[in-house]
DNA sequence: CTACCAGATGCAATAATATTTCATCTGGTA
DNA sequence: TACCAGATGAAATATTATTGCATCTGGTAG
């Protein structure tokens, strides 16, 4: 898609900025991390990630593509979704949006819901906590799981990707 | 809470009575798992509810809390929490509730606002997906991280419990 | 009360995920 | 081109979770 690409690309020279500020080099490692992340819409592990990075920088370490994610959720470029299951999930849409999760797959899908955006933060003032954003969890069963109600993990979807996966290589 | 100890004894004879509908034993150790969970307010890790099993349970194994945790999920007596960050994470409140979540040290906080309760499920029609439940995740910076700007983790809240621990004993 | 068995448990091994250490390399700059 | 702060890669280690199997237990029938 093209306006995505562009966005993509709005957001890489958003990330080079960030570094020059604070004097932190941008490797081709970083650039790519990001573009990746960015260029998915689902919320893949680190792992996911990083068996997509390997493809376009070769040699690239499974430590350094944590270390990057963790740089990108610290400079607010990407956040950590919240997700059922071990694993730690990213999410590149930094947009505020909402989540689908299937309680039978662990999917979680986005959702773009006007009426939700439009919530008014409650008043946590008696809890000392101040909110910067809001997100809803919706909870239910994916049209996936309702058609095959014996379906036991892993679980993929129609376009073949493991939904829960569970074995990776050698590092 | 005397309220809070009627509604762990409900929810324990409802647990017995699914087992028996499904013709599997109630064991002590799946007792005192759900019991440990219902009677705590936070989002426990398995490890965290494994050290508090252990002191009532002597000789249970993590392995056995593992499987059980699994168990109450399926059977929905108790939830995993979405939360930020690698450990799976388990709430004893089914009730419908939201959560305050912490950008700075991972600290999840329940709410509860009938404003949000009464949230209109959106139609999801077209997405083909059933929706059951819905909770919001309210994202922010809590009391203890905006006291303490330089606080890095790990973190532990007032009553001194470790809000994102790291160690465990031996297995 | 005892025997019986499906299923649960504990233990040890293993897998999967994540972090640390440190020698080496690289981006950015002079 | 040389320099250096900081990034990277590799290996070791730590942490979290699952599996296989021998043994034990809850529930029940006799």
């Given at each position: 898609m093209n306006s995505q690409q562009s966005s993509i690309q709005g957001q890489l020279r958003r990330f080079e900025a960030l570094c020059r500020d604070q004097?932190?080099?941008?490797?081709?490692?970083?650039?790519?991390?990001?573009?990746?992340?960015?260029?998915?819409?689902?919320?893949?592990?680190?792992?996911q990630i990083y068996?997509?990075?390997?493809?376009?920088?070769?040699?690239?370490?499974r430590t350094t593509v944590y270390r990057v994610l963790d740089m990108l959720v610290r400079f607010g470029m990407i956040t950590k979704a919240c997700h059922p299951g071990a694993m730690a999930r990213f999410d590149g849409n930094t947009e505020r949006h909402h989540h689908l999760v299937c309680l039978r797959?662990?999917?979680?899908?986005?959702?773009?819901?006007?009426?939700?955006?439009?919530?008014e933060l409650p008043?946590?003032?008696?809890?000392?906590?101040?909110?910067?954003?809001?997100?809803?969890?919706?909870?239910?069963v994916c049209a996936n799981c309702r058609n095959e109600a014996t379906a036991s993990k892993p679980v993929t979807d129609e376009t073949g990707a493991v939904l829960n996966p569970k074995k990776r290589e050698k590092n």
């Open positions: 004097g932190l080099p941008v490797t081709v490692q970083r650039r790519t991390v990001l573009e990746t992340v960015l260029g998915r819409d689902d919320h893949p592990t680190a792992d068996e997509d990075v390997v493809a376009r920088v070769a040699g690239i370490s797959c662990d999917r979680v899908i986005d959702l773009v819901d006007e009426r939700l955006d439009a919530l008043d946590t003032g008696h809890l000392d906590f101040e909110i910067t954003d809001l997100r809803v969890q919706l909870y239910g």
